[in-house]
């Protein structure tokens, strides 16, 4: 079962924060995500594996809430460099690894 | 660390003709590696996961005998297209887990094959 994705798409000034969420009707087990640019293949960003972790550096992170069927990728005064598809990827219990729809983010300067 | 490749990164064939591409774990022992496709704009869509020294599994609605899949050590694993035909033209990438356990996967830079 696809995670749903929100925004589908995003512009933004650079400088300005940007929130993308995944979410799930049931709970996952894992949610990773990932940045693809154009023409290129996915780059991991980073893995929740707990009920209401939060990880990342102060520019990107991502939480996973208690229920574990939503977490969210925070991008903080964003930089050119982060335009791109963001995808989050989920793990059901017993179940394959299943990617989102992706969220195409533009960065502007 | 955690590199991935995939040759060929570009493949241009006619109908009919078969098709190998491989993908190896550069500095880590893969025991399971999955084999995606994309089509542009769209998300990767999983076809198959390869377990080393075992048959692949192939994801609902994929043909086993149109996409063979071969993990052959630890470190490498081929997808073969049989018989290409236009509609298999896409955007092919695999990904590997290390036999660590680690969480995550480590994507090569993916194939671009285009039948004519």
């Known amino acids: 079962q696809q995670p749903v994705q929100s925004p589908q798409a995003v512009i933004l000034r650079e400088g300005e924060d940007a929130v993308i969420n995944c979410s799930s009707s049931?709970?996952?087990?894992?949610v990773h995500w990932y940045r693809q640019k154009h023409g290129e293949a996915p780059v991991f960003l980073m893995i929740?594996?707990?009920?209401?972790e939060q990880k990342g550096h102060e520019k990107i992170s991502a939480s996973f809430n208690e229920k574990k069927q939503q977490s969210s990728l925070y991008l903080t005064a964003s930089q050119l460099s982060y335009s791109g598809t963001y995808f989050c990827?989920?793990?059901?219990?017993?179940?394959?690894?299943?990617f989102g729809p992706g969220t195409r983010l533009s960065v502007l300067p | 660390g955690a590199v991935v490749s995939q040759h060929p990164s570009r493949v241009i064939c006619k109908s009919g003709t078969s098709v190998k591409i491989e993908c190896r774990s550069l500095?880590?022992?893969?025991?399971?590696m999955f084999w995606y496709r994309q089509f542009p704009k769209q998300s990767l869509m999983l076809m198959a996961t390869?377990?080393?020294?075992?048959?692949?599994?192939?994801e609902q609605g994929v043909e086993k005998d149109k996409f063979l899949i071969n993990h052959a050590s630890l470190t490498l694993s081929t997808l073969t297209v049989t018989s290409a035909h236009p509609e298999d033209s896409s955007f092919y990438i695999c990904s590997a887990i290390p036999w660590t356990g680690e969480e995550t996967q480590y994507f090569g830079p993916g194939t671009r094959l285009l039948v004519l």
């Open positions: 500095d880590f022992q893969a025991t399971t």
């Open positions: 990827g989920a793990r059901n219990y017993g179940q394959n690894f299943v």
């Open positions: 049931k709970a996952l087990y894992s």
């Open positions: 390869s377990n080393e020294g075992s048959k692949a599994t192939y």
């Open positions: 929740l594996l707990k009920g209401g």
